[in-house]
């Protein structure tokens, strides 16, 4: 946590380097989702994807950083399905991660990315956290030349939008 405190003030003074590597962003999902799995019992994660190789270059550690954040409040505020998804296109690689939890209040939505911000529960914080996760990954992302945003359809979707090159 303190290494994240820290990665997060450097992004704001754009002192972050991202070291892009080729990495192959199948592999990096299923370990993170893997990972994850192993500190649940009651929720479920599944992956789709139609490619078994995706090879781009990333910051293997803040890119997955990030992607863990996503599946991380997704285990700890959302339902108990969580989906990730892989799409490809000829212009643009799509990075999804959904649940069946409570859609995210309308007024709350644009909140989310900000630093430090929780959403309130009441006078309650029954998960631990610090408000950083989203920011952080939203920096991250775009220090990847690509976009995190929210998308609520019936489930909360956090989607990475990367182009395709």
């Keep these: 946590?303190?290494?994240?405190?820290?990665?997060?003030?450097?992004?704001?003074?754009?002192?972050?380097?991202?070291?892009?590597?080729?990495?192959?962003?199948?592999?990096?999902?299923?370990?993170?989702?893997?990972?994850?799995?192993l500190n649940t019992s009651t929720k479920?994660?599944?992956?789709?994807?139609?490619?078994?190789?995706?090879?781009?270059?990333?910051?293997?550690?803040?890119?997955?950083?990030?992607?863990?954040?996503?599946?991380?409040?997704?285990?700890?505020?959302?339902?108990?399905?969580?989906?990730?998804?892989?799409?490809l296109d000829q212009k643009k690689i799509e990075i999804t991660v959904q649940d069946n939890g409570i859609e995210i209040d309308r007024n709350q939505r644009e909140k989310i990315f900000e630093k430090f911000y929780r959403i309130p529960k009441g006078n309650i914080h029954d998960v631990k956290g610090f408000g950083i996760g989203l920011y952080y990954s939203q920096k991250i992302i775009e220090k990847h030349q690509g976009t995190l945003e929210l998308i609520v359809n019936s489930k909360n979707i956090f989607k990475i939008t990367l182009a395709n090159v």
């Excluded at 108990?80 to 799409?87: A, G, M, P, S, Y």
């Design 1 to 37: 946590m303190v290494e994240k405190l820290l990665e997060t003030a450097s992004l704001e003074s754009d002192k972050l380097t991202i070291n892009k590597e080729p990495l192959n962003i199948v592999q990096l999902l299923e370990t993170n989702i893997e990972k994850h799995l």
């Design 44 to 87: 479920t994660i599944s992956f789709r994807s139609n490619y078994k190789e995706l090879i781009m270059n990333v910051d293997a550690f803040h890119f997955e950083n990030a992607i863990s954040n996503l599946i991380d409040n997704a285990l700890k505020y959302g339902g108990n399905q969580i989906e990730v998804r892989l799409k």
